[in-house]
C-alpha cells in the first residue's frame, strides 16, 4: 500500500469513527431526562427517536428530538468529513456519504445503550440536508406526501429515505456515495422490519399521541 493509499485508508477510518459516536448521542434520552425527568425507553414503543418522543412529551419534545438527531448527520456529514479528509484529492462527497452512514449507524446502535437506538430517519435527513438541500427538501415533500393520507409515519419515513437515497446518487452521480446512501437505507429499513410487516398486513398503527401506539 502506497503512501497516498494508507492516508485515505486512515481518514476514512478516522471519518467513521467520530462521526459513528456523533451518530450515537442519544438525544431523545437526553431530552426526557433533562426536560421532562423521566426515560424515553420506558414510554410509548420504548423506542429514542423522534416520533416516540412526539407521542410521549408532545409537539415541543418531539420537535426538538426531530432537530437534534438531524443535526447528528448534518454535522457528520457537512464537518466531519471535511474536517478529518486529510488528501486533497479525495471524494469529499463519498467521504461525506460515508460519514452519514456511520452517523446513522451509530444512532440505530449506540453503544452507550447496549448497542439499541432508534431508527435513523432523522439522522438521516441531517446528512442528506448536509449533501444536498433540494433532495433534503423533497424528502420532506415525499414524507408528507406519504403520510397526511394515511397517517402511517412508518410509510413515509421508509419511502422518503429510499428516494432520497437515490436522490442523492442523481444530483452526484457518484458511485460511492450512492453505495453508501443505499448502506444507511438498508440499516433503516432493517430498523423497521417489524414496521414492514405491520404495513404489509395492514396493522401498523396510525401516527399520533397514544401512548399505546408503536414507532
Known amino acids: 500500500m502506497d503512501s497516498a493509499s494508507a492516508s485515505v485508508l486512515g481518514a476514512a477510518l478516522e471519518i467513521g469513527v467520530v462521526s459513528?459516536?456523533?451518530?450515537?448521542i442519544p438525544f431523545g434520552l437526553i431530552v426526557g431526562r433533562v426536560f421532562f425527568k423521566s426515560d424515553i425507553?420506558?414510554?410509548?414503543?420504548?423506542?429514542?427517536?423522534?416520533?416516540?418522543?412526539?407521542?410521549?412529551?408532545?409537539?415541543?419534545?418531539?420537535?426538538?428530538?426531530?432537530?437534534?438527531?438531524?443535526?447528528?448527520?448534518?454535522?457528520?456529514?457537512?464537518?466531519?468529513?471535511?474536517?478529518?479528509?486529510?488528501?486533497?484529492?479525495?471524494?469529499?462527497?463519498?467521504?461525506?456519504?460515508?460519514?452519514?452512514?456511520?452517523?446513522?449507524?451509530?444512532?440505530?446502535?449506540?453503544?452507550?445503550?447496549?448497542?439499541k437506538g432508534g431508527k435513523g430517519v432523522a439522522t438521516w435527513l441531517g446528512v442528506v440536508a448536509a449533501m444536498s438541500w433540494p433532495v433534503a427538501l423533497?424528502?420532506?415533500?415525499?414524507?408528507?406526501?406519504?403520510?397526511?393520507?394515511?397517517?402511517?409515519?412508518?410509510?413515509?419515513?421508509?419511502a422518503a429515505t429510499a428516494l432520497s437515497a437515490a436522490g442523492l446518487w442523481f444530483v452526484t452521480r457518484d458511485g460511492p456515495v450512492a453505495l453508501w446512501s443505499a448502506a444507511a437505507a438498508a440499516v433503516i429499513f432493517w430498523k423497521h422490519r417489524e414496521n414492514i410487516g405491520r404495513l404489509a398486513g395492514g396493522?401498523?398503527?396510525?401516527?399520533?399521541?397514544?401512548?399505546?401506539?408503536r414507532a
Open 203 to 213: 396493522r401498523e398503527n396510525k401516527i399520533g399521541f397514544g401512548k399505546t401506539s
Open 138 to 158: 423533497a424528502f420532506v415533500a415525499i414524507w408528507l406526501i406519504a403520510v397526511l393520507p394515511t397517517r402511517w409515519a412508518s410509510l413515509g419515513s421508509l
Open 20 to 24: 459513528f459516536l456523533v451518530g450515537s
Open 41 to 115: 425507553r420506558a414510554s410509548g414503543s420504548g423506542n429514542i427517536g423522534a416520533a416516540n418522543a412526539l407521542r410521549s412529551y408532545g409537539k415541543g419534545g418531539g420537535a426538538a428530538v426531530l432537530l437534534l438527531d438531524a443535526l447528528k448527520g448534518f454535522v457528520a456529514a457537512a464537518f466531519v468529513a471535511r474536517w478529518l479528509l486529510g488528501p486533497a484529492d479525495a471524494d469529499l462527497a463519498a467521504f461525506s456519504a460515508f460519514a452519514g452512514f456511520a452517523a446513522v449507524l451509530g444512532h440505530c446502535y449506540a453503544p452507550w445503550l447496549n448497542f
